[in-house]
């Protein structure tokens, strides 16, 4: 609900301040005191398109805020300030302003928070719902009237939408399936062919750095032969050094105890041996170890080189080919079993569509019949509203399988015919002006509406029309307004006399200086407003007594 609105340096306005509370407000004035800019001011705070003319003459910038009070948002408006970070406290007002510079461009704010226009124009619907004479949002947007049936027909749409959303859910799984399963079998004998390469190589994981060490040991043993082969022959033969030191270590044991000398000689030789020994072993596996066999090689490279062909091919590494290798059995293994699990899916995906059809179908033949009562409420709504020659239908069309959704399978929409024998069409495309606002009214009447914007605004709802026709509508705007807000720009006497508040536009010049300004209205101003309503420029002692008896009456 709204509760104030400021506006600093908006056209004519220099300064306003105006508080604002539950029931019927209405706004007077007389034709041109600038009742548009109330509006233009509060549509620049709920996102409209920012015109640097709306700046007051002179002024550098100008600013309009508006808060309302955050004890009733519905629970969606908050979490969208929740998403875009903004908290509002329990007992604080949600407070929206935009500042519009002469020069251009503007700043939208949410609570003192920086935040981007395209947010306020997000909260816009369900804060402020504005009727006039070029409506072309709230109730004429057919995107609405689904929404609003179902309200006033007490449908279970929660049931349709989760029915749809485990419709989705299994026919995704199911295409998903089918078209696993058929790219896999385009590849099949690709699949098979690749296995089959595979499964003939039999790669092993840390095969590769096994025989890249192997080649490493044969290239190297094929550079050292020669040293290698001389080296061995240091220590084989009864010539070698290791067959003469082994004859010494003999000759000196027989006489290593004439002398102690001797004897330390002997353990050293004996040392030497062992050492020359352990020298021969290393050299002999060292040898084996490095044997050149160019056969061996060429297969080792054969090997690898194969090894890594494939690992190329198949776009991975060497030690990853056995789980390429896996992979193509799986997928095979789909192909062979993709069948079945098809069939289980078709059966999921096709229980699923029976619950929704039920479900949808259900809410169908619900939206059909309150349509008929709607279409009776609001025709009982027209006669009075002057509308008595129009017909309202409220349109129910199964749509196309594909058009089909979470709200169900209908199109919903508003439609009237303002003469007889006149085929019906799309509520703005037909009335017009007044009439619009007139034919707005009849049916957030009849809708009784619950769940729409938390303020109301009717601009010049009484156009063209005065007597009795003013009088039923300014007892329906008081109707609408006993469990809410609701604003009515009026012309009308009957109107205002409804009002639980009355606020007065006037404009004033002062030289150059021309300024509009809002005064809310005591009891006794509020009658002054009235009769002059009632009698023009001059009010009259009739007009005052006929004011009173408006006033007496509301």
Known sequence: MLSRLSIRNIVLIEALDLDFARGLGVLTGETGAGKSILLDALGLVLGNRADSGLVRGGEGKASVTASFDASALPAALLATLEDAGVEIEPGEPLILRRQLKADGGSK?????????????????PALVEIHGQHDDRGLVNAR???????????????????AWKEWRSA???????????ARAAEDQDLLLAHLAELTALTPVEGEEDELAGARADMQKGEKLADDLSALQHLWTGSDSALAILRGAARRLDRIAGEHELLAEALSALDR??????????????AAEALAFDPAEL??????????RAAARKHGCQVDDLPAKMAEMRAALDDIEGGNDHIVELEKTAQKAALVYREKAGALHDLRRAAAKKLDAAVASELAPLKLDAARFQTSVVRMPEERWGASG????????STNPGSDFAPLGKIASGGELSRFILALKVALAEEGGAATVIFDEIDRGVGGAVADAIGERLLRLASNGQLLAVTHSPQVAARGDRHYMIAKSSQGTVTRTSVTP???????????RMLSGAEVTDEARAQADRLLVRA
Not at 298 to 307: A, K, Q, Y
């Open 171 to 181: 026919q995704d799984a199911l295409d998903l399936a089918r078209d696993r399963v």
């Open 108 to 124: 939208a704010f949410l609570n003192d928070q920086s935040v981007g226009v395209a947010l306020l124009r997000e909260l816009a």
């Open 521 to 531: 209205l005591t009891d006794a101003e509020r009658k002054e407003e009235i009769a």
């Open 272 to 285: 030497a041996v062992i050492e020359a020994g352990e020298a021969e072993d290393k050299l002999d596996k």
């Open 144 to 162: 609405g009237h689904r929404a609003l049936l179902d309200r006033f027909a007490g449908g279970e749409v929660a049931g349709v939408e989760a």
């Open 409 to 416: 399978m209908d199109a919903v929409e508003f439609l009237i």
């Open 298 to 307: 060429d297969r080792i490279e054969t090997r690898l080189f194969d090894l």
